[in-house]
């Protein structure tokens, strides 16, 4: 009697089902293949140039897309760049905007002390007047330095952007709408506005 290797005994214990289900599985996986591969052999190329065609299609669609995307995301950061010079250049043009029209007080006083002492004969307010006149000329130094420049429009036309009208009154010697007199100096800061002047305008 002949012994029986594992190989040999396991094959006998195979069930036929198993074995048939794994025949058909098998051939029914042939024949997908099989199909598939007919069926490419099948289109035309026509057919084939036509899909080529479509993917090219959505491709292209799909960069032009995005690069419409990146022009526009480029052009929003070139308009937050420039917005934000403008603002730090604003920032740095304006910043002392606010210090500067608390000086302009006073540099009205110190132009009103020099008014008043400006014919005295007494020695001290002589004096007194030379180191005002030297402080007030420190100081318009200053405001030069910077940008800030003084409104006195006296003798020229009336400017509703530069000056405020205080008073009309008739004048034979000058033009209608003539600065006649300037009660308060008016300053810009780099062209802008701190403060008009107050005039008295001619009619």
């Known amino acids: 009697m002949s012994a029986q290797t594992p190989e040999q005994g396991s094959s006998e214990n195979q069930n036929p089902e198993d074995t048939q289900a794994g025949a058909e599985e098998s051939a029914q996986a042939n024949a997908t293949e099989t199909e598939q591969a007919t069926d490419q052999q099948n289109e035309s190329p026509v057919e084939q140039g036509s899909q080529l065609e479509q993917a090219l299609e959505a491709a292209l669609d799909e960069a032009q897309r995005a690069k419409d995307d990146l022009l526009r995301v480029q052009a929003e950061m070139q308009n937050l760049r420039r917005r934000t010079e403008q603002d730090i250049e604003k920032a740095h043009k304006y910043g002392q905007e606010k210090f500067s029209i608390e000086l302009l007080a006073v540099m009205d006083n110190l132009e009103r ?74 300053y810009t800061l780099h062209g802008r506005v701190m403060r008009p002047a107050m005039v008295m305008v001619s009619k």
């Open 113 to 186: 002390s020099l008014e008043a002492s400006s014919n005295s004969e007494d020695e001290t307010i002589k004096a007194i007047y030379e180191g005002v006149k030297l402080t007030l000329k420190s100081l318009a130094d200053s405001f030069t330095k910077f940008n800030i420049e003084q409104i006195d429009p006296l003798g020229e036309p009336f400017d509703p952007q530069l000056h405020q009208a205080m008073s009309i009154q008739e004048n034979a010697e000058a033009e209608p709408n003539t600065v006649i007199a300037v009660m308060q100096k008016g």
